[in-house]
């Protein structure tokens, strides 16, 4: 009996990591992370550029 769960288990492991690999070519993050990146962000606040920085020196 326990053995049929630990098998259960690991062929539960081989698909989901199965899953995954399928998965992440198609979505392609770390191409969409280098976009989101090199898009330059904006203060929410003021309106400014943030380049380099995470911070605002408006405070936010
Ligand atoms: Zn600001």
């Known amino acids: 009996m326990l053995v049929k769960i630990v098998t259960l288990f690991l062929v539960f492991m081989i698909v989901m990591g199965a899953i995954q690999r399928a998965l992440n070519p198609n979505r ?3 191409k969409r992370d280098q976009t ?3 898009r330059p962000r ?3 606040e003021c309106g ?3 380049i380099g920085r995470s ?3 408006c405070g936010r």
């Open 48 to 50: 400014r550029f943030l």
């Open 28 to 30: 392609k993050i770390g």
């Open 36 to 38: 989101r990146l090199k």
């Open 42 to 44: 904006k203060c929410p």
């Open 55 to 57: 911070t605002c020196s």
